[in-house]
T-cell receptor, first 114, second 114 residues
Framework: DQQVKQNSPSLSVQEGRISILNCDYT??????FLWYKKYPAEGPTFLIS?????DKNEDGRFTVFLNKSAKHLSLHIVPSQPGDSAVYFC?????????????FGKGITLSVRP | ETGVTQSPTHLIKTRGQQVTLRCSSQ?????VSWYQQALGQGPQFIFQ???????GRGNFPPRFSGLQFPNYSSELNVNALELDDSALYLC?????????????FGPGTRLTVT
């Protein structure tokens, strides 16, 4: 039973345009959500997070939106750059503390065309 | 400040054999989590170690076991290997009182079971 779902396996966008990556979750106990970026032969690297008490968090070109009632979050990248091409994982946890476990989605492969 | 390192990078084993994977934490980090990422899937939490004790476990059988050493490095041991154990194994280190956003992943060990 997948508790974190990334239903689109891939996304292709033109450089300079917006990339929107979606994620849904089923467990209402999740309280903290994170996005990770992964390049081949590297481990996932933290990108941005959001607590369940917020509906938006912004960091430079990256914005995460959370809709708790719909159990849905999205990552917006504006403007998209070729260096953003990577696999993006949505992850959820019961708390923001480092002793919590992460539940990941399957990932979305983003390709940004020059 | 050194990052999280894992060894070996790649490994090929035969069904029924045993394997040990190693992880060196980022300097100063005292907590290590292990994840299994099967092909086309997101990472799945195996277990976490803090102060040389298991501090939480995911849905993995007892043949997956671990150790944490006084220098906070860690090992993942898998006995009686099965074909489905073929995956990328990731470790992540953090401070116990830190935040998930400050947890850092290593590049992983690619295990192939034939």
């Amino acid at each position: 039973d997948q508790q974190v779902k990334q239903n689109s396996p891939s996304l292709s966008v033109q450089e300079g345009r917006i990339s929107i990556l979606n994620c849904d979750y089923t467990n209402s106990m999740f309280d903290y959500f994170l996005w990770y970026k992964k390049y081949p032969a590297e481990g996932p690297t933290f990108l941005i997070s959001i607590s369940s008490i917020k509906d938006k968090n912004e960091d430079g070109r990256f914005t995460v939106f959370l809709n708790k009632s719909a159990k849905h979050l999205s990552l917006h990248i504006v403007p998209s750059q070729p260096g953003d091409s990577a696999v993006y994982f949505c992850a959820a946890s019961w708390s923001a503390g480092a002793n919590s476990k992460l539940t990941f989605g399957k990932g979305i492969t983003l390709s940004v065309r020059p | 400040e050194t990052g999280v390192t894992q060894s070996p990078t790649h490994l090929i084993k035969t069904r029924g054999q045993q394997v040990t994977l190693r992880c060196s934490s980022q300097s100063g980090h005292n907590t290590v989590s292990w994840y299994q990422q099967a092909l086309g899937q997101g990472p799945q939490f195996i277990f976490q170690y803090y102060r040389e004790e298991e501090n939480g476990r995911g849905n993995f059988p007892p043949r997956f076991s671990g150790l944490q050493f006084p220098n906070y490095s860690s090992e993942l041991n898998v006995n009686a290997l099965e074909l489905d154990d073929s995956a990328l194994y990731l470790c992540a280190s953090s401070l116990a009182m830190g935040r998930l956003s400050e947890q850092y992943f290593g590049p992983g060990t690619r295990l192939t079971v034939t």
